[in-house]
């Protein structure tokens, strides 16, 4: 049984989403405010997070920046209708979806368990014939989820180590966006569109690249797609 923590201020959100998780099966904690969601993070393990933006005293983004100092745990954003703006800033600071508000509760119960199927096959997902890949300073140890650069373990959340596998082994290829998207997101092109794709992008970058800003492996190729090129 998974377990979740909501971070929530909306009473009526609170009932009904609590009401969903506990008929799929899921264990849920229930936080009002950041201060609440911090006592509850310190005592408790979760398997997925689910932090509103606005409330009483900060945002979801102060809870995500507390969490992203240890953990890689999968957080869904609840954003307002429209704020673009909410949206890729949540992506960015190392939310791995987002959800705008009013939703349907079986889309949310959708991406819950799409994430979740990510999360645990984070392994599974890059394994190919050989348990460990290779390329450009970069290794990959397929058997137990770890990246290294240089021989130094970086921190990749679920998505961007499905992302690196997947451009590690297909060297020198043309990805198109629709093809990661179909390969990355269970193949459900509505649940992360390709401005959330760029950012998972931008984030890899940051985190392989020597130099971000001119990108010497994984690079962009325009009106295409994006190609890992071994340098």
Known sequence: MKDILLLED?????TGLSYSFKKQGFNSDIAKTCEEAKMLWAKNDYDLLILDVTLPDGTGFDFCEI???????????LTALDEETNIIMGLDMGGDDYITK?????????????ILRRSRGKEKDCADNTSVIESNGIKVKLLEGTVFKNDVQLDLSSGEYKLLCMFMQ???IILTKEKILDKLWDSDGNYIDSS???????????KIEDNPGEPKMLLTIRGMGYKWRCV
């Open 10 to 14: 909306d009473l009526s959100l609170i």
């Open 67 to 77: 969490v992203r100092r240890t953990s890689d745990v999968p957080i869904i954003f």
């Open 102 to 114: 009013p939703f349907k509760l079986g889309v949310l119960i959708s991406r819950i368990n799409a």
């Open 170 to 172: 297909n060297p020198n």
């Open 196 to 206: 959330a794709l760029t950012v998972y992008i931008r984030r890899l970058r940051v």
